[in-house]
């Protein structure tokens, strides 16, 4: 089974309109951590949100939040008033088992074009 | 400013001979490094979990005697990929999971083309 999973091949956004990018995860672990990532053409990953296993506040920074249904294993990321610049492929990730010194398993992305 | 920084950039060779990609940690030390692979419009897939002074720990379907990790200090980490072929052809980035930061901070990555 996949662990991560991104249903969204690409996603259309009009520019200054909000957009929620899903993420779906699976794993039998207590402690794990949620990531989201940018990566623009360049292919660097730009780190966005982390949410903790154990975080009972949904993360925000600045126009992104991390919407976190524990029950229903989800962590889809909301991005608020969506800008030219936010054009890019996003992908979320898991950090399985306490630490940091652990590996991420990716989803398969998410292509997002904003648009005029 | 950068956190992680790998060398090079990008790089092109011929079918046959080897590559050395290097990755440094350049804000914190680092007894674990990781290496991922990405291929054109894929996800990133791990191939590797770099370990300072030990062996690196690869991921199933891999090949340790192909792709060679060195972590021979606490900031730097090299990849060699050994005899490539056109296959290996791919975008390798590192990552550095720094003790008491959630954050895994990811290098800029190399293009690697094998003609």
């Known amino acids: 089974a996949q662990k991560i999973t991104q249903t969204q091949p690409g996603m259309f956004v009009q520019e200054k309109e909000a957009v929620t990018l899903d993420c779906t995860y699976d794993t039998s672990d207590q402690s794990y951590g949620l990531f989201w990532y940018k990566q623009p053409s360049s292919g660097e990953m730009i780190f966005l949100i982390y949410?903790?296993?154990?975080?009972?506040q949904n993360a925000t920074e600045g126009r992104y939040s991390l919407n976190f249904q524990k029950a229903r294993k989800s962590a889809n990321l909301v991005i608020s008033a969506s800008q030219l610049g936010d054009s890019a492929m996003y992908f979320c990730?898991?950090?399985?088992?306490?630490?940091?010194?652990?590996?991420?398993?990716f989803g398969t992305g998410t292509r997002l074009q904003v648009t005029l | 400013g950068a956190v992680v920084s790998q060398h090079p950039s990008w790089v092109i060779c011929k079918s046959g001979t080897s590559v050395k990609i290097e990755c440094r940690s350049l804000d914190f030390q680092a007894t674990t490094m990781f290496w991922y692979r990405q291929f054109p419009k894929q996800s990133l897939m791990l191939m590797a979990t770099s370990n300072e002074g030990s062996k690196a720990t690869y991921e199933q379907g891999v090949e340790k005697d192909k792709f060679l990790i060195n972590h021979a200090s606490l900031t730097l980490s090299t990849l060699t990929v050994t005899s490539a072929h056109p296959e290996d052809s791919s975008f390798y980035i590192c990552?550095?999971?720094?003790?008491?930061?959630?954050?895994?901070?990811f290098g800029p990555g190399t293009r690697l083309t094998v003609t």
């Open positions: 949410q903790g296993s154990y975080d009972e």
């Open positions: 990730a898991m950090r399985e088992g306490p630490g940091t010194a652990s590996k991420l398993t």
């Open positions: 990552s550095v999971g720094p003790s008491g930061f959630y954050e895994q901070y």
